[in-house]
């Protein structure tokens, strides 16, 4: 009798579990079902300065800064949805919260809409935030939530997303962030 082929297949099972339950740690409801929320779905931080122990940083889910801003004031953070009006009738819910340090703000932006492929607009919006914030579908038709920081200094945030309406569920890896010293950028 062969035991090792019973003892793999248990193995394959108690790994695929644990898999789910890292999957599903930072879902609040369950997955696929309208008012779940989606915890996490973006999260780190940003240093754009030097300090003693090194040059402008960043951890987590954000983009390298890449050319260094002449200041550290004045800057958006331009992040993409997995919307586009132009194919999209997908509505959506964003929480962003955190500390930017330089600005002496708390973060907390909510912002809500509707991506409408049928006339190709961003309908039903609203943003409610501490920093100045704008919903807005670029020249190629991505939906973009941009947020103004008086200074970029350090900042620290995470994002959730709730399953509303029709829209799908917005999990982690599936926002994409430039950084501007403009209110609008194209993705």
């Not at 997908?90 to 991506?115: E, P």
């Not at 430039?178 to 993705?187: E, G, L, P, T």
């Amino acid at each position: 009798m062969n035991i090792a082929s019973p003892i793999l297949n248990y193995t394959s099972k108690v790994k695929a579990k644990i898999n789910r339950i890292i999957a599903d740690k930072d879902i609040i409801g369950n997955d696929n079902v309208r008012g779940s929320i989606y915890r996490n779905i973006f999260k780190g931080f940003i240093r754009t300065v030097n300090t003693q122990e090194s040059g402008p940083y960043v951890s987590g889910d954000f983009p390298a800064v890449g050319a260094p801003f002449a200041d550290n004031q004045n800057i958006y953070l331009h992040f993409r949805l997995p919307y586009n009006i132009n194919a999209d009738s997908k509505m959506f819910w964003l929480k962003i919260r955190g500390y930017c340090f330089g600005g002496s703000q708390i973060i907390d932006t909510t912002a809500v809409g509707y991506s409408y492929a049928v006339t190709k607009q961003l309908l039903n919006t609203q943003v409610s935030s501490v920093q100045t914030a704008e919903l807005y579908a670029d020249t190629n038709g991505n939906v973009v939530l941009s947020i103004l920081f008086p200074s970029i200094y350090y900042v620290t945030l995470e994002v959730d997303s709730m399953m509303v309406g029709n829209g799908t569920p917005i999990k982690h890896g599936m926002l994409q962030v430039k950084y501007s010293k403009s209110n609008r950028v194209v993705f």
